[in-house]
């Protein structure tokens, strides 16, 4: 008999509802269905993610690695336990409880992100925890945090956006990146009020095209100054609310003051955007703020800079300046990107954080969730450091030995990917709990092979910070381990007596319980209430159980209610142009696959769709270079080299190429990307990287890659 299970997507933050149909013999059909944020769409990912349940190298029993540069090969599960046990006794002897480290990641159910942050403090007892969610969403929240008291991701339901008669997206590339989004600009779009910043012509900067908006071109890194120059002509012609922010924010004269001296022009010669394109967005922009609502909504193109947090804070500036948030049509949002990356970054796999999105530094915080996990509060450990430190500090003299990673393939999506990848091989023991062999597992000594999303239950938050649960379609195949089970089994190994329970329902409950009265507090709901909810609540969802949709209208949620703005300043980026280092290399997404590609480079459609790398540029750059469209070119940073097919293209600015980096090995734009991150947020500076292009021999690269087994 055919089951069906009402579900969600198994990739991004949008989290579109689908419903699984199971067939006996085991084949697996996904529809649409009507949700607020797809309305019934899916994307060609959503659409195709059955295809990775029965991938034909799913792992399905552990692996252990016997010496060092030798081969993995399988083990029971007792035996991969002992090598994991062996190895935390060993790195303790020689480092203490901190010679341990865990990486987490923004994909995993709330219990799971839960449980994982409770492993690592109160079982490892280590301070070394974090995860990718620090590529993904770190600047957005830090800005958030200091200037509303609180970061949820977008503080108003998703549809809220169908009125609005302007949206400005400031790096954000919905078209492909979140495609059923798109039909929330639709109304925007029909009033010509549609604002794409990016240094591409995205996709979605092309929904702007025939009179549905503007598209702002900069160099990457100049938001700041665009931002101020926009923000400049609505102050300079009166559109400002001014009542709103003497009365509900503290910081703007600073602003202000800073933005008299970004007049158009200026940012112009900064920034390379038309000085008459800046006025008409800040005309767009502050012409709707009646009409249907205006909105500011930033994504990873503002937030992966080195001056991320900055960035994203010129963004809240201009929005703070229009009065947006407290109206119920308007406001600001970061669009969240991983399938749980809100939820995963407020229960505890921060290094500075507790369950609730409390702060590990707290002294009441402290004390709660020790209560909750029934040890003294003197037995928590404090803060960590932020996830690219803490990958630096990897199998160095003081640092950790041992890694645990759940749900990240650092080794193709860390920042300056080689670095990362050296650091993995000095550690004496590498954990890797995965579904499928990823370019991660290739460094590990121990792989654990874990459930995947139709074969489990759980919650996961959304971007508009809803609650929605993950369900249970089918078995997972035999010899797989739930991850609950997995941290049930080795607390108990490791001496632990803390409970670990291995019913999602459960751990929601400690869960719930633990982020009571916290800033993220889900106390007032569970599995049953979600289930029972035709659409679930956004958060806080505290005792009363009533939703939360839009936190900000009546006050912010600083100690005084009042939102800050801080003052920020133009800046270049970090990796500059330089020492023959002429272009910008930004990198980004396509629609078919997804962040390291380790799932999607398993789906036959999606490879199909896109096979490999390419390196887009302009066709004057490509002239100048010597490159033809469809050779191989080598993209050279000062770290390392990434190679991809030319494609020649007019969306590019000439001083600007564009590599995805959904691909491994020689293919990695990771291998050229920057590492330095953000100060305030621990972000690295993805989006820009000076960078020399060249065209390579194939043959060459035909060896190499063959060599380096790569495909496509
Ligand atoms: N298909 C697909 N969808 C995804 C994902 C995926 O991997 N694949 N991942 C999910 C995740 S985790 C995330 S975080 C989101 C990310 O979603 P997006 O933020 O939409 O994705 P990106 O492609 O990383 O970046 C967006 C745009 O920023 C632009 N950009 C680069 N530099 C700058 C700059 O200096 N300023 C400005 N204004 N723009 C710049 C790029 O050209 C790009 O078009 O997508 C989610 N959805
Ligand atoms: N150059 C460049 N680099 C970037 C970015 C960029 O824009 N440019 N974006 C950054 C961003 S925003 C992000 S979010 C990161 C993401 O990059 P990664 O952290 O590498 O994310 P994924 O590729 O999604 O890796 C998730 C891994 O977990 C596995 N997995 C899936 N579900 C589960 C589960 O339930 N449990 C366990 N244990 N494993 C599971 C998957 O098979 C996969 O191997 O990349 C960052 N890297
Ligand atoms: S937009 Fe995101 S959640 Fe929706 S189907 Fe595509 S990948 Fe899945
Ligand atoms: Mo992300």
New binding site residues.
């Given amino acids: 008999m055919t089951s069906t299970t009402d579900t969600h997507?198994p990739?991004?933050a949008?989290?579109?509802a689908m419903r699984l149909e199971s067939r006996p013999e085991g084949s697996v059909t996904v529809s649409g269905r009507d949700f607020p944020t797809?309305k019934g769409g899916?994307?060609q990912?959503?659409w195709t993610s059955a295809a990775l349940l029965d991938a034909p190298d799913r792992l399905r029993m552990p692996l252990v690695r016997d010496t060092k540069g030798g081969p993995l090969r399988e083990a029971s599960w007792e035996e991969a336990y002992a090598r994991i046990v062996r190895g935390v006794r060993a790195a303790r002897e020689v480092g203490g409880d901190d010679a341990v480290a865990v990486f987490g990641g923004g994909g995993l159910t709330n219990e799971k992100a839960y449980l994982l942050g409770k492993f690592a403090r109160v079982v490892l007892r280590t301070r070394y925890v974090d995860y990718n969610g620090r590529f993904c969403m770190s600047s957005a929240a830090a800005a958030a945090n200091r200037t509303f008291g609180l970061d949820r991701g977008m503080p108003f339901p998703i549809e809220d956006l169908a009125s609005a008669g302007a949206i400005l997206l400031a790096g954000s590339n919905v078209a492909e990146t979140?495609?059923?989004f798109v039909q929330h600009l639709a109304r925007a779009r029909e009033r010509g009020g549609l604002i794409v910043i990016d240094p591409r012509r995205s996709a979605t900067a092309s929904l702007t095209d025939d009179g549905n908006g503007v598209h702002l071109q900069p160099l990457p890194g100049a938001d700041i100054a665009v931002l101020l120059g926009i923000l400049h002509v609505i102050i300079a012609s009166g559109d400002l609310d001014q009542t709103f922010l003497q009365q509900r924010t503290t910081g703007w004269e600073e602003v202000a003051a800073r933005a008299s001296t970004w007049w158009p022009e200026r940012v112009e010669r900064e920034s390379g955007v038309p000085a008459s394109q800046i006025r008409r967005a800040a005309q767009l922009l502050a012409g709707s703020v009646d009409e249907g609502g205006s909105f500011v909504l930033t994504g990873r193109g503002a937030e992966q800079h080195a001056r991320g947090t900055d960035t994203v804070q010129a963004a809240i500036n201009l929005a703070l300046f229009l009065g947006l948030p407290r109206r119920a049509r308007g406001g600001f949002a970061t669009l969240t990107g991983q399938g749980n990356g809100q939820g995963g970054r407020e229960h505890g796999q921060k290094s500075d954080q507790l369950p609730g999105y409390r702060m590990i530094t707290d002294v009441a915080a402290r004390e709660h969730i020790a209560g909750i996990w029934g040890i003294s509060p003197q037995e928590l450990p404090g803060p960590g450091v932020p996830a690219v430190e803490l990958l630096h500090r990897l199998g160095t003299p003081d640092g950790p030995r041992m890694l645990f990673v759940h749900g990240s393939n650092l080794a193709v999506s860390a920042p300056n990917a080689e670095r990362a990848r050296e650091r993995l091989t000095a550690l004496d023991t590498l954990v890797v709990c995965d579904i499928v062999p990823s370019e991660t597992t290739e460094y590990a000594d121990v792989v654990l092979p874990t459930t995947q999303w139709a074969e489990e239950e759980g919650t996961m938050t959304n971007l508009e910070g809803r609650l929605l649960r993950r369900r249970r379609a089918q078995p997972p195949p035999n010899g797989v381990r739930d991850e609950l089970q997995i941290w049930h089994d080795l607390a108990l190994l490791l001496g632990s007596n803390a409970s670990f329970s291995t019913a999602a329902s459960e751990v929601f409950d400690e869960l719930a319980a633990a982020s009571a009265g916290g800033r993220s507090d889900y106390s007032g709901t569970s599995h049953l209430a979600l289930d029972a909810a035709a659409v679930g609540p956004q958060w806080p969802v505290g005792t009363d159980s009533s939703s939360t949709p839009r936190p900000f209208i009546d006050r912010f949620s600083t100690p005084d209610g009042r939102a800050v703005l801080h003052d920020v300043v133009p800046g270049r980026p970090s990796d500059d142009l330089g020492d023959h280092f002429e272009l910008y290399l930004v990198t980004g997404r396509l629609l078919a696959h997804y962040q390291s590609g380790a799932q999607t480079r398993r789906v036959a459609e999606l490879v199909g769709a896109t096979p490999g790398a390419f390196v887009a540029l302009h066709p004057l750059t490509a002239q100048r270079l010597g490159v033809d469209e469809g050779e191989l070119v080598e993209v050279t940073s000062r770290r390392g080299s990434a190679v991809g097919i030319a494609r020649i293209t007019r969306d590019l600015r000439p001083d600007v190429v564009f590599m995805p980096f959904h691909f491994a090995k020689l293919q990695a734009a990771n291998n050229v990307t920057s590492d330095v991150t953000d100060p305030v947020s621990g972000m690295p500076e993805f989006k820009v990287s000076a960078v020399q292009v060249r065209a390579v021999d194939g043959a060459w690269y035909k060896t190499v890659a063959e060599r380096a087994g790569v495909h496509g």
């Fill in positions: 997507c990739y991004c949008l989290q579109c797809n899916l994307c990912k959503g979140m495609p059923p």
